[in-house]
């Protein structure tokens, strides 16, 4: 079973920075995609940034200039840095990995057919 677990949210006033970090527990080989998402209540969630285990990285426009990604592969963890935080930023971040390939119980790569969804970690940006 793969797990996703985020810390590092919390409350900061505008200007400020956070770092958000996500870590990836299971028999994991490989995680070709990991991502933040964030919501806010009654709006669909949506994509602030992607990593490719190859380095290709997307921002969403909002947020390009402020927020970096970072990934370690070894340690299967990925990260978002976020400064000049501001009010419109407030949302619960979501960490999510894609196409994963785990050993299966056999000792065989195993692609999961399904994405994976951190717990979430609530950001509030706010004087």
């Known amino acids: 079973q793969v797990q996703l677990v985020e810390s590092g949210g919390g409350l900061v006033q505008p200007g400020g920075s956070l770092r958000l970090s996500c870590v990836a527990s299971?028999?994991?080989?490989?995680?070709?995609?990991m991502a933040w998402y964030r919501q806010v209540p009654g709006n669909q969630r949506e994509l602030v940034a992607l990593m490719t285990n190859g380095g290709t990285i997307n921002y969403a426009e909002s947020v390009k200039g402020r927020f970096t990604i970072s990934r370690d592969n070894a340690k299967k963890m990925v990260y978002l840095q976020m400064n000049s935080l501001k009010p419109e930023d407030t949302a619960t971040y979501y960490c999510?990995?894609?196409?994963?390939?785990?050993?299966?119980?056999?000792?065989?790569?195993?692609?999961?057919?399904?994405?994976?969804w951190g717990q979430g970690a609530q950001v509030t940006v706010s004087s």
């Open positions: 299971g028999r994991i080989i490989n995680i070709y995609t």
């Open positions: 999510n990995a894609d196409r994963i390939v785990i050993e299966n119980a056999s000792g065989r790569r195993t692609p999961l057919q399904n994405k994976i």
